[in-house]
């Protein structure tokens, strides 16, 4: 109930192209839905996030893509750069517990 | 924006000795704040969360002897390695949160912790 399920483990995209990182989660009490973006022995850093209440949120580049009745929310990275290589974490919380449930990650390489 | 900062970021102590990692809010008062121990190339793993004043809560597995958290201000938060070992090397990363970030959760840049 706990667990936030995440695919791809990687991911290689060519510059300009876009990158697609989805997961799924069981517990309907989740209600924050964060991205985080972590560099090499650095702390993750915010991208975006979504309540359950909008389907959607753009912000720059990057899209989140939210189906409530399906459980998953996905992330999108337009444009996508070599800069962009990192690993992104999907999460999830709920008001009650305020613990942030990570996905296990997904390592994205972007070839110049 | 809050920021969250946390040292240090890299220390190398001998096995059975103990080690000290401290996060702070700079900005903005944490309501509660949490630790999180990563593998290399895993997840984040949350350890315990702790609110100012009271005493940590642990995750089941986490132990609260070894792992010694200490919340005594609404902007810091430490985490002590008790006799330390080499199984205990890992990365270490707090995270804060509170009406500042709307109640979302900042994280600090993370302590690479060598035992030796």
């Known amino acids: 109930q706990q667990q936030v399920k995440q695919s791809p483990q990687s991911l290689i995209v060519q510059k300009g192209g876009i990158s697609i990182i989805n997961c799924a989660y069981e517990?309907?009490?989740?209600?924050?839905f964060p991205w985080y973006q972590q560099f090499p022995g650095k702390g993750p850093a915010l991208l975006i996030a979504?309540?359950?209440?909008?389907s959607e949120k753009k912000e720059g580049r990057f899209t989140i893509s939210f189906n409530k009745s399906a459980k998953q929310f996905s992330l999108h990275i337009m444009d996508s750069q070599p800069g962009d290589s990192a690993t992104y974490f999907c999460?999830?919380?709920?008001?009650?517990?305020?613990?942030?449930?990570f996905g296990s990650g997904t390592r994205l390489l972007v070839r110049p | 924006g809050a920021v969250v900062s946390q040292h240090p970021s890299r220390v190398i102590c001998k096995s059975g000795t103990s080690v000290k990692i401290e996060c702070r809010s700079l900005d903005f008062q944490a309501t509660t704040m949490f630790w999180y121990r990563q593998f290399p190339k895993q997840s984040l793993m949350l350890m315990a969360t702790?609110?100012?004043?009271?005493?940590?809560?642990?995750e089941q597995g986490v132990e609260k002897d070894k792992f010694l958290i200490n919340h005594a201000s609404l902007t810091l938060s430490t985490l002590t390695v008790t006799s330390a070992h080499p199984e205990d090397s890992s990365f270490y990363i707090c995270s804060a949160n509170g009406a500042r970030t709307n109640y979302g959760y900042t994280f600090g840049s993370g302590t690479r912790l060598t035992v030796v």
């Open positions: 702790s609110n100012e004043g009271s005493k940590a809560t642990y």
């Open positions: 517990n309907t009490a989740f209600d924050y």
């Open positions: 999460a999830a919380s709920s008001l009650s517990s305020y613990k942030l449930i």
């Open positions: 979504i309540r359950p209440d909008v």
